[in-house]
């Protein structure tokens, strides 16, 4: 009786040991096979995120350019004002301005080394303490202007309706005859965009989109801040 109920225990004890060993290796397989599928979905979430952020970078890329080749083909952008007024076609400025959050600054630099300058100035953290504004400043003009040592930059500080706040001027050596995306525009019959750079201004990293002005009299340009 006893050896019967010693076979007994022994057959039972093998039969769990063996449902023991084979759901281990049944979590196991799923385990694995879970990873597995985690790693797929995984990587197929890149690749869709990667393909539509590139998606974005061409379109934005191209609707960029679209923006300062439509500006440029304006003549009187070259007309800069005289220093205080502003100038007649400061709509133009605003609305490449205001065409995509990521602009920061859009710009003329004429051949005689003229500059003029709009800087939005909501669209950099720290704009106002780098530049000495006051806080209500929305937009900020700059002129630069004169020859050798009479050259001079103009600061202009407009609130959200251009009511002007505050101004001042300072030496400056800063001629855009001599900056890449001057020359690389005016070499070019399309838009350029640069490299990511050193802005000069804001000791921050970006990117120029620029095009020759219709009437060739300069560079028409825009700063994209990264």
């Known amino acids: 009786m006893f050896k019967t109920i010693s076979i007994k225990v022994n057959l039972l004890t093998y039969f769990f040991s063996i449902i023991g060993v084979v759901s281990l290796v049944l979590i196991g397989m799923q385990y694995y096979f879970s990873l597995s599928l985690a790693d797929k979905a ?14 974005y ?3 934005t890329d191209q609707q960029l350019k679209s923006v300062i ?4 083909l304006d003549d009187d952008l ?6 205080g007024q502003l100038h007649t076609n400061i709509d133009t400025f605003i609305s490449v301005l205001e065409s995509n959050p990521g602009i920061y600054a859009a710009y003329v630099g004429k051949n005689n080394g003229d500059f003029y300058e ?8 720290g704009l106002h303490e780098k530049f000495d504004a006051d806080a209500k400043t929305f937009w900020a003009v700059v002129q630069i202007q004169g020859e050798g040592e009479q050259r001079t930059k103009h600061w202009l500080f407009y609130n959200e309706h251009m009511q002007l706040i505050s101004s001042r001027s300072e030496a400056h050596d800063y001629d855009p005859r001599v900056r890449p995306w001057f020359n690389k525009a005016k070499k070019s019959t399309d838009v350029i965009r640069t490299e990511p750079y050193l802005f000069s201004f804001i000791d921050s990293s970006g ?3 620029a095009n020759k002005l219709n009437n060739s009299e300069g560079v028409f340009a825009m700063d994209i801040t990264m």
């Not at 995984?42 to 998606?55: G, N, P, R």
């Not at 080749?69 to 440029?72: D, E, G, K, T, W």
């Not at 709009?118 to 953290?125: A, K, L, T």
């Open 42 to 55: 995984a990587d197929s979430t890149f690749e869709q995120v990667a393909e539509k952020l590139s998606i």
């Open 57 to 59: 970078i061409r379109e």
């Open 69 to 72: 080749h439509q500006a440029s």
């Open 78 to 83: 070259a007309s800069i004002p005289e220093v």
């Open 118 to 125: 709009v800087i939005h100035m909501q669209r950099f953290p």
């Open 207 to 209: 990117i120029t989109y």
